[in-house]
């Protein structure tokens, strides 16, 4: 009888360990997939209208922990040689040493140092390179989407980042005053990651 009382207690908590253990407070890694990915970008021309542009090749990982969300973390690359302002003269002027200058800074990196929630929203920190400069910054996240599971077993989800960047804070076209080039810079991030493993 104790014996049948011992075997039913270890095979309950085997049970438990390999139906929830290792999953629980653990992340989970996921890759962004580019093809599904953009990040826009918003500025002020000489105080009268807003040029828009966007960058084509966005990569990355997320650990996404499903039972802490707070504990989750995104680390994100974006090419800088792929802006796109549907202007071809401006592009690579975009490109050249008075703003990305790709030939010496390629990437453009973010890599998140917390998240947090606060007035029913959670928001994305960490730090953000950018020609060489790195800064704090605080994007406003929408989501992660509930995964999905395709025909193939590729399970997916989604997330939806927004916030301003100040081209001051990184010496960014510094050659331009605002009333130029607007200081402030939106910037729109949507992204679609795939589960590993």
Not at 97 to 124: C, G, H, I, Q, W
Not at 161 to 171: Q, T, V
Request: aromatic content about 8%; charged content about 20%; some cysteine.
């Amino acid at each position: 009888m104790v014996m049948s009382s011992r075997f039913t207690t270890l095979l309950f908590f085997a049970m438990a360990y390999l139906c929830c253990g290792p999953c629980s407070g653990q992340s989970t890694s996921w890759t962004i997939d580019p093809a599904h990915s953009t990040v826009e970008f918003k500025v002020r021309h000489l105080g009268v209208s807003n040029v828009h542009g966007t960058f084509a090749k966005l990569m990355g990982t997320v650990k996404w922990n499903e039972k802490e969300l707070l504990k989750s973390s995104v680390e994100a690359t974006v090419d800088c040689a792929t802006v796109n302002t549907n202007e071809s003269g401006r592009d690579t002027h975009l490109k050249g040493p008075d703003f990305f200058n790709v030939e010496k800074y390629p990437s453009m990196v973010f890599r998140s140092t917390s998240l947090t929630r606060a007035d029913n929203k959670l928001f994305l920190n960490g730090d953000l390179t950018l020609a060489g400069v790195t800064k704090q910054v605080s994007l406003t996240l929408d989501g992660p989407a509930p995964p999905q599971t395709d025909a193939k077993g590729v399970t997916r989800s989604g997330f939806s980042a927004s916030g301003i960047i100040h081209r001051a804070d990184f010496n960014f076209g510094s050659k331009y005053p605002a009333v130029v080039i607007g200081d402030e810079i939106s910037i729109s991030i949507d992204i679609e990651i795939d589960k590993q493993g």
